[in-house]
C-alpha cells in the first residue's frame, strides 16, 4: 500500500509565502512524476505544477515566477514553495504521484488535501 502525506498548508496574508511538502511512504519500487494539483470550491482541480523524476518542471501560468516545485528522490518527497501569495491561490492543495509498487507496476496516488488560505 502507498500513502502520500501532504503537510505545510496554513493561513498567510497576501504576499506571503508557504511551502508545501508532500511524502511517498509504504510499498516503493519507484516514484515518477509528482504533481500539485489544486481545487477551489465550484471549480475544478487544476493542475499546478508537475515534476519529473529527472527533474523536469511545469507550472501553470498563473503561478509562474511565484511557485517552484522540487523533489528528493531519495526521500520520496515533492515541494511547493509558494510565494508572492495570491488570494486567488486560495484552495485545497493536492500531492499526486505515480508510483511503481514493484518493477512493471504502475499507479496514480493522491494525498489527503492540505487547505491553503490566502488573505486578502
Known amino acids: 500500500q502507498v500513502q502520500l502525506v501532504e503537510s505545510g498548508g496554513g493561513l498567510v496574508e497576501a504576499g506571503g509565502s508557504l511551502r508545501l511538502s508532500c511524502a511517498a511512504s509504504g510499498s516503493i519500487f519507484r516514484v515518477n512524476k509528482m504533481d500539485w494539483y489544486r481545487q477551489s470550491p465550484g471549480k475544478q482541480r487544476e493542475l499546478v505544477s508537475t515534476?519529473?523524476?529527472?527533474?523536469?518542471?511545469d507550472y501553470v501560468e498563473s503561478v509562474k515566477g511565484r511557485f517552484t516545485i522540487s523533489r528528493d528522490n531519495a526521500k520520496n518527497t515533492v515541494y511547493l514553495q509558494m510565494n508572492s501569495l495570491k488570494p486567488e491561490d486560495t484552495a485545497v492543495y493536492y500531492c499526486h504521484a505515480e508510483v511503481q509498487p514493484r518493477a512493471g507496476m504502475f499507479g496514480d496516488y493522491w494525498g489527503q488535501g492540505t487547505q491553503v488560505t490566502v488573505s486578502s
Open positions: 515534476t519529473t523524476r529527472g527533474g523536469s518542471t
